[in-house]
Structure formats: structure tokens, C-alpha cells
């Protein structure tokens, strides 16, 4: 469950849908096991604060002094701010009513089909590829959002409180709609995370507290562990990869991948449990 969660955080597929899916193939489910596929995404954002550790400390110490980090920290605040409000209001109906693989499998194919068009959109009104730089970007970098940006981003997000549509998914691709280049719509995704999915892990944990144990402590480190490191290699390879190629190949994954699902639930291949 750790390296589903690390490989597919900050990619637009959707970590808790497959991590619904992975837990319902492994007979891994419960109420406790909810709290532990949030609480491990902990992990993965440890790999964010250590891959950009350094524009991060610069961020904290130049925070009073500094117009580029109290711009940079107000807008990943004010992105932050409408996924908390909606989290807290609907978090605990959206659970009930979605947190099912067929819901999750509807969602991927649906984001998929969504990440085509945006996609198409994106390469005739800016180039081909990002290979061209993405020059005439409106937003080339994170240091060029306004505060409106990061409340779009942030809406965006909130679309990621149905799982199976991908929160990385949902603010990079509704980024670059609003004229991001691919690499300054995936960065702030990554940011983003740090706040949103601490705070959902720790709110999780400590709202649950009583499904959990000291002998779960095992069983929750290995998760945040692997998670990270599985997390660190998957962030270092598409900040690399989004230099050269687009979010393509990921929509059809989803709209295969959910596909697949939603048939063998049909014909009753394989038991897919809530």
C-alpha cells in the first residue's frame, strides 16, 4: 500500500482511488484501514518537503522580509483554504456514497477523458510540447501566480474530494487550463499537497483515534516509510518527464485501467469488495 501510495500521489491518476482498489484486491478494508491509506500520504509529502527543501527553508526564513516567499506562501494558503472548507462540510458523505471501486472507476474514466481535452487545449494554444519551453505560458513559473491563480488551483482541487479523480490530477490539469506551463502546474501541485494532505492525514488520526492501537504503530511507519521513498522517485522522475511529454499517455491509463475495472465488476471476475 505504501508504494501504490508513493507512485501514484503526484501522478493524474488518482492515489485513493487505487488505493481503494489495491485495498479491496488485498481483502485490506475496515474502517481503520481508511485511516491508514490517508495518514500514509503523509509520507509522500515528507518526499516533497526533501526534494524542494531548499525553496521551502528559503520560504520560511525570508517569510517577513521577502515579497517572493509571502507571495509564494499566501497563494498556496489561499489554494489550500477551499478543499478544508469542503473537506470538513461533505468529507464525511463522500466517504459513505463514493469510497467503492465502481464509483472510483467511473471517476477515472471520466478524468481521463477530461485530461484529452485539456490536453488538446493546451497544445494549440501553446505549442506542441514543453520541449518549446511553453513561452507563451501566462503563467510560466510559481512565482508568477496572482492570488486569483491559486484560488482557481484550489477550487480545482476540490474536485479530488471524489475519489478516483485525482487531487495531482485535478490542480495540474485545471492549472494549465488557466494558462499554467505543464512544470509551474505540477510544482504547485506538489506544494499544495504539503498543507492539504499533512492536515487530512493528521485531522484522520486524530478523529479516528479510537480504531487505533500502539500495535498499529508497525503497520502505519512501514506505510509512511515506503510511501516516502516510493514518493521520491516518482516526484525526481516527473519533474523530468513533464519537461518533454504531456499527460496523455495517463488519460488513456485511466480510461483502460477504469474500464477494466468496471467490466470484470459486471461479469464477476473479480470480487471487488467496498
Not at 471517476?107 to 485539456?118: H, S
Not at 487531487?167 to 490539469?173: A, D, K, L, Q
Not at 519537461?243 to 461479469?267: E, K, M, N, Q
Request: glycine share 8%.
Amino acid at each position: 500500500m505504501g508504494v501504490v501510495e508513493g507512485l501514484t500521489e503526484f501522478l493524474p491518476i488518482s492515489s485513493t482511488g487505487h488505493l481503494i482498489l489495491a485495498a479491496s484486491l488485498l481483502n485490506f478494508t475496515g474502517e481503520k484501514i481508511k485511516v491508514f491509506e490517508i495518514a500514509i500520504q503523509t509520507g509522500a509529502m515528507f518526499a516533497v518537503i526533501w526534494q524542494y527543501r531548499e525553496r521551502l527553508s528559503h520560504t520560511v526564513s525570508g517569510i517577513r522580509t521577502d515579497p517572493i516567499a509571502q507571495r509564494f506562501a499566501r497563494n498556496v494558503l489561499i489554494a489550500f483554504i477551499p478543499a478544508v472548507v469542503l473537506g470538513l462540510s461533505l468529507g464525511k458523505i463522500i466517504k459513505a456514497k463514493l469510497f467503492h471501486p465502481v464509483p472510483v472507476a467511473t471517476a477515472f474514466i471520466v478524468g481521463g477523458l477530461i485530461i484529452l481535452w485539456v490536453e488538446s487545449r493546451h497544445r494549440k494554444k501553446f505549442g506542441a510540447l514543453d520541449r518549446q519551453g511553453n513561452r507563451r505560458a501566462r503563467v510560466e513559473t510559481v512565482d508568477d501566480m496572482t492570488a486569483m491563480d491559486a484560488l482557481k488551483v484550489g477550487l480545482m482541487q476540490c474536485l479530488a474530494l471524489v475519489p478516483g479523480t485525482s487531487r495531482s490530477g485535478s490542480t495540474i490539469i485545471g492549472a494549465m487550463l488557466f494558462g499554467f506551463s505543464r512544470k509551474a502546474a505540477t510544482e504547485f501541485s506538489f506544494f499544495l499537497g504539503i498543507p492539504t494532505l499533512m492536515g487530512a492525514g493528521a485531522y484522520s488520526v486524530l478523529k479516528n483515534r479510537e480504531l487505533l492501537s500502539v500495535a498499529d504503530v508497525p503497520m502505519f511507519v512501514v506505510g509512511l516509510v515506503v510511501s516516502f521513498f516510493a514518493a521520491l522517485l516518482c516526484i525526481r522522475w516527473l519533474i523530468r518527464y513533464v519537461s518533454t511529454h504531456d499527460f496523455t499517455p495517463f488519460a488513456w491509463y485511466r480510461i483502460i485501467f477504469g474500464g477494466v475495472v468496471l467490466l470484470t465488476a459486471y461479469l464477476g471476475v473479480v470480487d471487488w469488495k467496498d
